[in-house]
């Protein structure tokens, strides 16, 4: 008999909650989650190593169920000073709209906290561990299943899914172009990689043998049993969580993405270098033909004073807003009634 990928992770239903890093899924919002019978993650992106350690004790203080930590694969980039600075200096009139005055970050010395976050993990005995932006190395995915660790990588083609299981994962997320937040894709352009769910998941389920967990656009008992159907053991949700009570997403992008429209949402690298779906706002509008942009993880560190200023002004209008392709069927509600309404529903039209 198979065990499906929730029996596995121990969960009373196939449903995770989707890491989001930039303080989103904080203890409250990870520890609901997984009360709630699906598998909380932390999305510990761009983490500090300190703060990655007290935000796994505060969810472990909260509850003794299965929970996730998510960790980028880190990028290496040269960019010379020049481009730097030609980069920087494009972003001075947002800058300057929002009242911001600094010197030039020093990028040049900026450096990845992926291997000190992977130890943490590690040594916290965080029982899953799933990977976006590239795969992990052969050595640290021995080293955390020597440890017993669920590691869970992210696809967007199905060459990228037959990578990750040759490299060991025990599961993999399909993302679809329809997904909140940054394309997962490690093998090309990310332009190429823009497969609908529908296309993407039968395609991944037919070459690999690893469980399939279905991300993009899935909102409500509809699209859980769809993504079901089409093959995947699980599904992972970003949006719909980002507006449940427990998230610690800002007031102000909570509301931006309760009032989106579909048409709304659209895929850009100005915030970051990396190309990301999110709410078109101001930002995204002025920056639409610029071409003086850094590859990620460079222009993240550019962007990261007018996020900030943004988010203490309560300005959604220069905040990144990564949302999914669905925001109408986003709601206000708690991780609880959310769950209950993916469940119910889904029993209901079995019955
Ligand atoms: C705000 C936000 C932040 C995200 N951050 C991450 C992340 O840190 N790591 C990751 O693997 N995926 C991240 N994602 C992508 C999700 O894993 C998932 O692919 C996506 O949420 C699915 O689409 P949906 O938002 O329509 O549910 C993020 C998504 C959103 C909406």
Known sequence: MTILLHEKLKLRYPIIQAPMAGGITGPELVSAVSKSGCLGSIGAGYMKPGDLSSLI???KAETELPFAVNLFVPESQNVSESEIKV????LQPYRGELGISETMPALQEMASPYHEQLEIVLRENVPVVSFTFGMP???????????GVFIIGTATSVMEAILLEDRGVDAIVAQGSEAGGHRGTFSGPSSQHLLGLMSLVPQ?????????????GIMDARSFRAALQLGAQAVQMGTAFLTTHESSAHPAYKEAVLNAREDQVVVTAAFSGKEARGIKNQFIHGMENETRILPYPLQNELTKSIRKAAAEQNDAEFMSLWCGQSPRLSRSQSVEELVNSIIHANKEART
């Open 57 to 59: 004790s505060e969810v």
């Open 87 to 90: 980069a920087y200096d494009a």
């Open 137 to 147: 190395a052969s050595e640290e995915v021995r080293e955390l299943k020597n440890q």
């Open 204 to 216: 991944i389920c037919d070459f690999v043998s690893v469980p399939v967990i279905a991300a993009g």
